[in-house]
Nanobody
């Protein structure tokens, strides 16, 4: 059984930092693409990818987070991280990690071709 467990969310002041973790069991992250998505408040259900790391270790980011968020992977721990710096109010969202062969840039209802975590809330106060 595949399980992804996120942690590290919380309340932070604007300009601050957080590091999210996504630990997996039942799936090997280094064999898959792993991405962080976020679902912002007040919007429709869409989850938008903010960062992805593929099996080869190549990363990509949404334009809105480039230079502030960094995705990384620890193969020994089978864990993916999202280091979040210079946070602002627009980063407030529930953050989900997902893993699979191919991951969409956005999904309305957790793309069925991937495994998903339960989400972790990030709130940035201004």
């Amino acid at each position: 059984q595949v399980q992804l467990v996120e942690s590290g969310g919380g309340l932070v002041q604007a300009g601050g930092s957080l590091r999210l973790s996504c630990a997996a069991s039942g799936i090997i992250f280094s064999d898959n693409a792993v991405a962080w998505y976020r679902q912002s408040p007040g919007e429709r259900r869409e989850l938008r990818m903010v960062a992805q790391i593929n099996a080869a270790g190549t990363t990509r980011y949404a334009d809105s987070v480039k230079g502030r968020l960094t995705i990384s992977r620890d193969n020994a721990k089978n864990t993916v991280y999202l280091q979040m710096n210079s946070l602002n109010a627009e980063d407030t969202a529930v953050y989900y990690c997902a893993a699979g062969r191919l991951l969409p840039l956005a999904t309305d209802d957790k793309y069925s071709g991937a495994y998903w975590g339960q989400g972790t809330q990030v709130t940035v106060s201004s």
